[in-house]
């Protein structure tokens, strides 16, 4: 059973850090790895989405690596501003079967 | 391009009544799901569908939880009756099948937070 797990839980940041964020899973047979933003009171926005064949994905600031060998993703989000504060959240989909999410990260940049 | 729309957005019953959320996903998108997401939880899998056949409902309490999928569109998740422990923000998502060119993965909706008294 797929389990992922995402450290750590909270991170608060002055604005303009560059900062890691890390998620892990225990079962390497995945099909993609997808990132998603939520903000309070509100739905998940994706972000980045890693196929298994790839090892990275960037989209302006953020970018997103995957290596499946060791189970792990992490998003690196640069040069960080207080509208980037939100919960961020990672999935594993397990070829198609399933979706496992993490805890999340909540993230406050500070100004 | 619309995105997912589900209704109502809020919704306050007291427990053992039911309740139902609906979902309409994005045009094309084969692949639906609903989830439950607990406030500081992750979002759990609760039940998907590939058209209108159900690929996983491992997790769906099915003595309580129901969900169909007419015409393989639109989707509606019910609870009869509600406990309290079903308060939650229940998420519709939906995506092109994995394993077409051109996957880019689940679209959110804005979920319906439902509060059972």
């Known amino acids: 059973k797929q389990e992922v797990t995402q450290i750590p839980a909270a991170l608060s940041v002055p604005e303009g850090e560059n900062l890691v964020l890390n998620c892990s899973f225990t079962?390497?047979?995945?099909?993609?790895l997808q990132w998603f933003r939520q903000d309070p009171g509100k739905g998940l926005t994706s972000l980045l989405l890693?196929?298994?064949?790839?090892r990275e994905q960037t989209s302006g600031r953020l970018n997103a690596s995957l290596d499946k060998s060791s189970g792990r993703s992490t998003l690196y989000i640069a040069a960080s501003q207080p509208g980037d504060s939100a919960t961020y959240l990672c999935?594993?989909?397990?070829?198609?079967?399933?979706?496992?999410f993490g805890p999340g990260t909540r993230l406050s940049v500070l100004p | 391009e619309a995105g997912v729309a589900q209704s109502p957005r809020y919704k306050i019953i007291e427990k053992r009544q039911s309740v139902a959320f609906w979902c309409n996903p994005i045009s094309g998108h084969a692949t639906l799901y609903w989830y439950q997401q607990i406030l500081g939880q992750g979002p759990k899998l609760l039940i998907q569908f590939q058209n209108n056949g159900v690929v996983d409902d491992s997790q769906l309490p099915k003595d309580r939880f129901s969900a169909e999928r007419l015409k393989g569109v639109d989707s509606t998740l019910k609870i009869q009756p509600a406990k309290l422990e079903d308060s939650a923000v229940y998420l519709c998502?939906?995506?092109?099948?994995?394993?077409?060119?051109?996957?880019?993965?689940?679209?959110f909706g804005p979920g319906t937070r439902l509060t059972v008294l």
């Open positions: 079962d390497s047979a995945i099909y993609n």
């Open positions: 998502a939906s995506s092109l099948a994995p394993w077409l060119a051109g996957e880019k993965g689940q679209f």
């Open positions: 999935a594993a989909d397990n070829y198609g079967q399933n979706f496992v």
């Open positions: 890693i196929q298994s064949s790839q």
